[in-house]
């Protein structure tokens, strides 16, 4: 059999970062802008149609440690094609539903879908394909990636507006299924073995068992999970928000279009300076920005306090990214990152699993989305202290 030679580092970064453009933009960020349309085609009351986003939260969680486990063993590109791939049938099953039951094992198998594509297995795959460049490459990704929500708001609103929300649910499952898998499976052809020789520490770097005896662990996990609740609350029902506030769909677009470049904005500042700036110290920094933001967005309804909310929420959003990518290798080492990223992000995607459901329990309790907002900003603060108290285990 031929010598497979893969692709150059440059461009895997490249294809990669292309499919966690276009898989954010359709597993994560589209399902609030299908919420209105189905609710109005089938009557469905707002926690049902949430209940379908929740399964594939939970989904998520239950599958990452599976997924971090897989590409230790060296099967990532396996696992990311296969992502893509499922991702593609979930989206072609969801523009076929007539009946809620049929939206529910649709989202389950985008969730399965998620834990395969989103973020943290291409940063496992990285992180072991190309242990001398894996920060700068991970910075990249989320660079290209940080435009995920500006392609997505506007991108769906005009499918749905000029086709339908369900030829727009076929449009987006076939780009996934015969643009991102095949994508996936270039990208990562060739040995799965790391570009140079392993570490002289790597036999130091902890196991997920010795990892989880670690009161950092735990700190870093709580963190996570009070940052991925607040943040698929927040996506899940900004859309609706936007219209309790008043806000035309002009309007909505255009705050919600200025998230990804903040997000950019506040990579590109990083690829400069991130080598003096350690993973704790960013994430300090712009932990704090995530419940700013929020009050910000709930004490205001003009345009002007919209946009500052974007600005703040976008550039906090985008560097925690950077910041959930290094700190488990910078903490933990880089020999087992799979799995320990894998079991961090299963906890935590436990809390972003229930959070539409639960802000949508929540609405009905409170007066509207304003106390919802503050809520949220109230659980983003928890998870700054939750950072500044997890502390690197070899200190």
Same mark, same amino acid.
């Given at each position: ?91 072609? $099953? ?262 539409? $459901? ?38």
């Amino acid at each position: 059999m031929p010598l497979v030679i893969p692709p150059s580092y440059r461009a895997t970064i490249a294809a990669l970062a292309t499919g966690q453009l276009i898989a954010w933009a359709a597993l994560f960020y589209a399902f609030s802008s299908f919420v209105l349309p189905m609710q109005r085609e089938f009557g469905w009351s707002k926690p049902a149609v949430m209940g379908a986003f929740t399964l594939g939260m939970t989904m998520w969680g239950l599958v990452s440690y599976a997924a971090g486990a897989a590409i230790d063993r060296g099967h990532g590109r396996s696992v990311m094609t296969l992502g893509a791939a499922l991702a593609g049938v979930g989206f072609l $099953l969801w523009s076929q539903v007539d009946s809620l039951w049929l939206l529910y094992p649709a989202w389950a198998l985008m969730g399965a879908a998620m834990a395969m594509t989103l973020y943290e297995p291409a940063f496992s795959v990285l992180t072991k394909r190309y242990p001398d460049h894996y920060r700068q490459g991970i910075t990249s990704l989320t660079l290209v990636g940080g435009f995920a929500s500006t392609l997505s708001f506007p991108a769906v609103a005009w499918l749905i507006a000029t086709w339908g929300w369900r030829v727009a649910l076929v449009v987006i499952g076939v780009t996934l299924l015969c643009g991102v898998a095949p994508l996936h499976a270039w990208a990562l052809r060739g040995p799965n073995t790391p570009s140079r020789a392993p570490a002289p520490d790597a036999a130091d770097d902890a196991t997920l068992h010795e990892a989880l005896r670690h009161r950092s662990f735990w700190l870093l996990t709580t963190t996570f999970t009070l940052y991925a609740f607040v943040s698929a609350a927040l996506w899940a029902h900004i859309m609706p928000a936007f219209v309790a506030k008043g806000t035309s769909e002009a309007q909505a677009l255009m705050v919600v279009m200025w998230v990804g470049p903040a997000q950019v904005a506040g990579r590109v500042v990083y690829l400069w300076l991130g080598r003096y700036v350690t993973p704790r110290a960013l994430g300090l920094w712009v932990l704090a920005g995530t419940p700013v933001s929020l009050a910000v967005f709930a004490l205001t309804d003009h345009l002007a306090g919209l946009l500052v909310f974007a600005m703040l929420f976008g550039v906090a959003n985008g560097l925690s990214t950077i910041v959930r990518g290094n700190v488990v290798p910078e903490y933990f080492g880089r020999e087992h990152v799979g799995r320990i990223s894998g079991a961090m992000s299963g906890i935590a995607l436990m809390s972003r699993a229930a959070a539409p $459901l639960l802000a949508a329990w929540l609405l009905v309790a409170v007066p509207g989305y304003r106390e919802v907002m503050m809520v949220l900003a109230v659980l983003g603060l928890g998870s700054w202290v939750a950072f500044a108290l997890a502390k690197p285990p070899r200190v």
